[in-house]
T-cell receptor, first 111, second 114 residues
Framework: GQNIDQPTEMTATEGAIVQINCTYQTSGFNGLFWYQQHAGEAPTFLSYNVLDGLEEKGRFSSFLSRSKGYSYLLLKELQMKDSASYLCAVGFGGATNKLIFGTGTLLAVQP | EAGVAQSPRYKIIEKRQSVAFWCNPISGHATLYWYQQILGQGPKLLIQFQNNGVVDDSQLPKDRFSAERLKGVDSTLKIQPAKLEDSAVYLC????????????FGQGTRLTVV
């Protein structure tokens, strides 16, 4: 079966850097996604990794190691508005394009 | 480009009643997902369509939940009869293809069963 693990909660300070880890087990891996979800809102897409390595997009970066079944999301220069849940999701199943989510990491940014 | 549309935004029903949710995906997106998100948890996949065919409904409680995507465009998800534990946000998402797999979400329907 498929399994995704990520920490339940994290706390960080405004202006700092935080790394949110995600480990997964799946078959027919298509890629790994990170979504941001503010309370009461729908998830919004942050990043997508299909090959090993680091993808940088402004203050957010995402890393993937397929051999280790491991990814992380790195948030730099944290702002209060970054307080949200961060969802790790795995695409799998080849052409069927299946997508499952982890339980999410609730990040609290403190002044 | 219009996003994923869902309705209604909110619904309150009594247990044992029935309810239906509607989703219109982004134009041209072949894949449509229905997720259930209970407060404090990640989205749980209920059913996935590829065009008008079901790809995965392994976690859909088929004794009470049903979904269809006639004509491969919009979709409805129905619960009959509802239970208290069905209280959740029901999210619809769509994506283009496996080669362009980013999923876009609608605003969701918040269901409260009392």
């Amino acid at each position: 079966g498929q399994n995704i693990d990520q920490p339940t909660e994290m706390t960080a300070t405004e202006g700092a850097i935080v790394q949110i880890n995600c480990t997964y087990q799946t078959s027919g891996f298509n890629g790994l996604f990170w979504y941001q979800q503010h309370a009461g809102e729908a998830p919004t897409f942050l990043s997508y990794n299909v090959l090993d390595g680091l993808e940088e997009k402004g203050r957010f970066s995402s890393f993937l190691s397929r051999s280790k079944g491991y990814s992380y999301l790195l948030l730099k220069e944290l702002q209060m508005k970054d307080s949200a849940s961060y969802l790790c999701a795995v695409g799998f199943g080849g052409a069927t394009n299946k997508l499952i989510f982890g339980t999410g990491t609730l990040l609290a940014v403190q002044p | 480009e219009a996003g994923v549309a869902q309705s209604p935004r909110y619904k309150i029903i009594e247990k044992r009643q029935s309810v239906a949710f509607w989703c219109n995906p982004i134009s041209g997106h072949a894949t449509l997902y229905w997720y259930q998100q209970i407060l404090g948890q990640g989205p749980k996949l209920l059913i996935q369509f590829q065009n008008n065919g079901v790809v995965d409904d392994s976690q859909l409680p088929k004794d009470r939940f049903s979904a269809e995507r006639l004509k491969g465009v919009d979709s409805t998800l129905k619960i009959q009869p509802a239970k208290l534990e069905d209280s959740a946000v029901y999210l619809c998402a769509s994506s283009y293809t496996a080669d362009n797999p980013e999923a876009f979400f609608g605003q969701g329907t918040r269901l409260t069963v009392v």
